[in-house]
């Protein structure tokens, strides 16, 4: 016997197939070359299931952008749970390594860091990065802070400044990478208390 889907669950799946299909030519071809009509193709949905869930092919790449964020935080929070030893500092150090790894997809570049902010603006960037990533960097430093282990700076401020070396550092090219790294461990322990 065959159990039949509730329409919520229908719903569902052809959003999860339009923002994984939009992912993949988004990666693959940039926002600029892709067209709604390969989306949907890619999708196995019609134009009416894509514009019954998104305005338009922005606000689908945005799902995208805010889904590409949120596995991006969830990578860095599920490395540092249960963690007992490495100390704030270290932490920190290791979650821009995580996210430097992460973000050698050249797909999740495209998509995060030059498409991004080009296509959704800075502010739109930068608000889908508050509720995923910032806010898990600022974390990890106010953690520091209380823990003694950094200076006391204004936590905010020093996780955008970061967040914006990360990303940085995230667009360079394969050989200047290790120099990236060892150049923000130095600037992170450059901040200890």
């Not at 229908?10 to 693959?28: D, G, M, N, P, Y």
């Not at 922005?58 to 490495?86: W, Y």
């Not at 030059?114 to 960037?125: E, S």
Request: a negative charge; one cysteine or more; aromatic letters at 4%.
């Amino acid at each position: 016997m065959q159990v039949r889907q509730t329409q919520e669950q229908r719903r569902s799946q052809t959003r999860r197939a339009l923002v994984s299909a939009a992912r993949t030519l988004f990666a693959e071809k940039g926002y600029a070359g892709t067209s709604t009509p390969e989306i949907v193709a890619a999708a196995g949905v019609t134009r009416g299931a894509l514009y019954h869930h998104f305005a338009d092919k922005e606000a689908l790449f945005a799902a995208v952008v805010e889904e590409e964020h949120l596995l991006m935080a969830m990578t860095i929070n599920a490395a540092g749970e249960g963690d007992e030893g490495p100390g704030p500092i270290k932490a920190l150090i290791a979650g821009c390594d995580i996210f430097l790894d992460a973000m050698q997809d050249p797909g999740r570049r495209q998509i995060l860091l030059i498409d991004a902010p080009a296509v959704l603006g800075r502010a739109a960037v930068d608000a889908i990065d508050a509720r995923h990533g910032l806010e898990t960097l600022i974390c990890g430093l106010r953690d520091a802070m209380d823990a003694g282990a950094m200076k006391k700076l204004p936590v905010e401020v020093l996780a955008r400044l970061f967040s914006a070396v990360f990303d940085r550092a995230a667009l360079a090219a394969p050989e200047e990478l290790d120099d990236y790294r060892k150049t923000i461990k130095a600037l992170i322990r450059g901040l200890k208390a």
